[in-house]
Nanobody, 125 residues
Framework: QVQLVESGGGLVQAGGSLRLSCAASGPIFSINAMGWYRQAPGKQRELVAT???????NYAASVKGRFTISRDNAKNTAYLQMNSLEPEDSAVYYCTADLNGLDLATMTSRRRDYWGQGTQVTVSS
């Protein structure tokens, strides 16, 4: 089945950088938008950045100018380059993809949103 797997999280000091990756695998016909969300303890999940199939990007105001989202369509992979990290950026980061995949139950193409399991990012002060 279709899966999204994030990697690249970890512990970093304030001012440092991390690069997250999100690889989509399985029976995929095409991927539309991809994005990153994050959720800190006790807070709601919030949008970080999105990128359309055509490469148009959108960022939360809190990360604009520090984070960069990109994608490699040949690898079905999205990236989030995070620079100048702040303790407030600490959260579990989730990848999402709006894609057309093979529904194994019906053996037909189905468009839906998929989510990864999340990767922890911790920024120490």
């Amino acid at each position: 089945q279709v899966q999204l797997v994030e990697s690249g999280g970890g512990l970093v000091q304030a001012g440092g950088s991390l690069r997250l990756s999100c690889a989509a695998s399985g029976p995929i016909f095409s991927i539309n938008a991809m994005g990153w969300y994050r959720q800190a303890p006790g807070k709601q999940r919030e949008l970080v950045a999105t990128i359309s199939g055509g490469g148009y990007t959108n960022y939360a105001a809190s990360v604009k100018g520090r984070f960069t989202i990109s994608r490699d369509n040949a690898k079905n992979t999205a990236y989030l380059q995070m620079n100048s990290l702040e303790p407030e950026d600490s959260a579990v980061y989730y990848c999402t993809a709006d894609l057309n995949g093979l529904d194994l139950a019906t053996m037909t193409s189905r468009r839906r949103d998929y989510w990864g399991q999340g990767t922890q990012v911790t920024v120490s002060s």
